[in-house]
């Protein structure tokens, strides 16, 4: 018996055309009936994914990251989805080992049956799929996303780089501990990673919790404070050899459960790469073995 499908597209994504999702949905067919669904507003993926779970057999997803995010949060079972690259970056799919090309990816799906168990990540509430961050790496997102979107879509990775730069530059290099995870110590900024890589720039992974893995709980990992010294180190661990997390000048904890953090007043909070606002107080959790992907 063929399955029926729901393909949950934004089409204001990067990398989405009317084409592409014509041609997406074409291989998907392939294996049985797909209905397409498009979003039309921001949070409308959440309401999507929370319907098609009572109604259809598996569900696909094309677009990026921040439509991802909004998918999770609508599983209401243990339907299998798959996600289709459409986003500039499209974290998720890239670190589950799937086709960068939509429809070479659509294709794969129709021609594997297989599935994978994997964990989500909460923060206050909200799951995420690889990634959440408080201080630094969430101002970057604040920043790139303050340039604004040409027609819904998101600036390039040079617009990130430059950013960070802009951010680095005005602080002097220098970082001190503005948070504390409880129980294990303080910290100038926290990253929350359900997968190694954390994220890429460009063709480059950025592996900032080398020791994480969708299978496991969430793993944890902050500098305790950043001299200029200590930037071009931590650079140099993300894109080329990976070993922060080994020395006494970082907080790392693996395959943890959860965490509190406090922070020492109003701090930027991202998800999977969304701007989440200013919070003071971050609840981490992991949903283990919670979400069934196509791969």
């Not at 309401?47 to 909004?70: F, Q, R, S, T, W």
């Not at 989805?81 to 939509?102: Q, W």
């Amino acid at each position: 018996m063929s399955r029926r499908a729901a393909l949950i597209v934004n089409p204001v994504a990067t990398g989405v055309t009317p084409e592409r999702i014509s041609a997406v949905a074409g291989e998907l067919a392939e294996a049985g009936p797909v209905e397409q669904l498009l979003t039309e507003y921001q949070g409308h993926a959440t309401e999507l994914v929370a319907h098609a779970c009572k109604h259809y057999d598996e569900i696909y997803v094309y677009g990026g990251d921040g439509v991802y995010n909004e998918a999770v949060n609508g599983m209401l079972s243990t339907v299998p989805i798959g996600f289709v690259p459409g986003g500039a970056t499209s974290v998720l799919p890239r670190a589950l080992g799937l086709p960068r090309d939509p429809i070479a990816c659509a294709r794969h799906f129709t021609r594997s049956n297989g599935t994978r168990r994997i964990s989500l990540g909460r923060v206050n509430g909200r799951r995420f799929t690889f990634c959440a961050g408080l201080g630094l790496d969430a101002e970057i997102v604040r920043s790139t996303d303050s340039r604004g979107r040409d027609n819904g879509k998101r600036a390039s990775d040079l617009a990130f780089a430059a950013d960070l730069g802009k951010i680095v530059k005005g602080r002097r290099g220098r970082l001190e501990p503005i948070m504390t995870v409880e129980g294990h110590g303080r910290c100038a900024f926290l990253v929350a990673a359900n997968c190694d890589p954390y994220t890429y720039a460009g063709p480059i992974p950025l592996r900032a919790a080398p020791l994480a893995s969708f299978e496991l709980g969430l793993d944890l990992v902050g500098p305790k404070r950043l001299t200029p010294a200590g930037f071009a180190h931590l650079v140099w661990s993300l894109t080329v050899r990976p070993g922060h997390h080994l020395t006494s000048n970082y907080l790392y904890l693996h395959d943890v459960d959860g965490a509190r953090v406090v922070c020492d007043g109003p701090t930027p909070l991202q998800v999977d790469g969304e701007d989440l606002g200013d919070v003071t107080d971050a609840i981490l959790e992991s949903e283990r073995g919670a979400l069934t992907v196509r791969i």
